[in-house]
C-alpha cells in the first residue's frame, strides 16, 4: 500500500483553552506514541488529516514528519470526535517499524447482488473490519467479498476468504460472518412490537372483563338465593 505523508508539527502549548484555540484556527492536537521514545504531543492540520484519510483509509500507515524532519510511519491508535459536530477533536499515532509485524484491522467490502435478494431475502453484514497481521507493506485499504452467488440461508464466512499475500487474519476463521441472506419475513413477522404488545393487552383486558361478568353473575346469583331464604322466614 501506497503511504501517505502529513505534515505536522510539535505542539508547545497545554491545555483545554490552547486546544480550542487550535480547532478554532483549523487545527487538531494529538500526540504520537512510539516504543524507542517519549510521547510527543502534536499538531495536524484538519484539512490535511481529512485529505489523507480520504485518500488511504483510517487504518492505513501514513509517513509523518514532525517540523519538517525525517518522515516516521505511523498507525492512526484512536481518534475522539466532537459528538455534537461529529468532527475530529483529538489523534492518537503510534510509530511501528517497517521490519516488524503488526496487527490492525481492515475494512471489508461487500460487492455483487446477491442472488438471494433476487429470491426475496435481505443481505446483511454483521462483519464490516476484521483484524489482521502484517508487515506494514504487505497492508491492504479493504478486502472485498462477492456476495453474487450467496442464496436464502447461506453465509460467507471468514474461512472462506483467500487472505491477501503477506497477510494472516487473526480473527476466529468459523465464527466469523462476513455476509448473510435472511429469508424473506412473513406479514405476522412485520408486526412491530408495540402491536403484538397492544394485542396481548387487549386480550388481557378481555380475559379480565369476562371474569368480571361472570363474578358478577355469580353474586348477583348470591343475593337472590338470600333474599329467598329472608322471604320463607
Do not use: C
Amino acid at each position: 500500500m501506497e503511504r501517505v505523508k502529513i505534515e505536522v508539527r510539535a505542539r508547545d502549548g497545554r491545555g483545554t483553552k490552547d486546544a480550542k484555540a487550535l480547532r478554532a484556527d483549523g487545527h487538531i492536537p494529538g500526540v504520537i506514541y512510539s516504543a524507542t521514545s517519549d510521547t510527543e504531543a502534536i499538531v495536524l492540520n484538519a484539512r490535511d488529516l481529512r485529505h489523507a484519510l480520504s485518500g488511504a483509509g483510517m487504518h492505513a500507515v501514513f509517513d509523518v514528519s514532525i517540523d519538517g524532519k525525517k518522515t516516521r510511519p505511523v498507525l492512526i491508535k484512536e481518534f475522539q470526535l466532537d459528538p455534537v459536530r461529529d468532527r475530529v477533536i483529538h489523534v492518537d499515532l503510534h510509530e511501528i517499524r517497517l521490519d516488524q509485524k503488526i496487527n490492525t484491522s481492515v475494512v471489508v467490502h461487500l460487492e455483487g447482488h446477491a442472488e438471494g435478494v433476487n429470491m426475496g431475502g435481505a443481505l446483511s453484514q454483521p462483519t464490516h473490519e476484521v483484524h489482521v497481521e502484517a508487515l506494514p507493506a504487505d497492508l491492504v485499504e479493504s478486502i472485498t467479498v462477492d456476495v453474487s452467488a450467496l442464496e436464502i440461508g447461506q453465509s460467507i464466512r471468514l474461512s472462506d476468504v483467500t487472505a491477501p499475500n503477506g497477510i494472516t487474519f487473526t480473527d476466529d476463521l468459523e465464527g466469523t460472518i462476513l455476509a448473510t441472506i435472511a429469508a424473506p419475513v412473513s406479514e405476522d413477522e412485520l408486526k412491530s412490537e408495540a402491536e403484538l404488545e397492544a394485542e396481548a393487552e387487549a386480550e388481557a383486558e378481555a380475559a379480565e372483563g369476562a371474569e368480571g361478568a361472570e363474578g358478577a353473575e355469580g353474586e348477583a346469583g348470591a343475593d337472590e338465593g338470600a333474599a329467598g331464604d329472608e322471604t320463607a322466614e
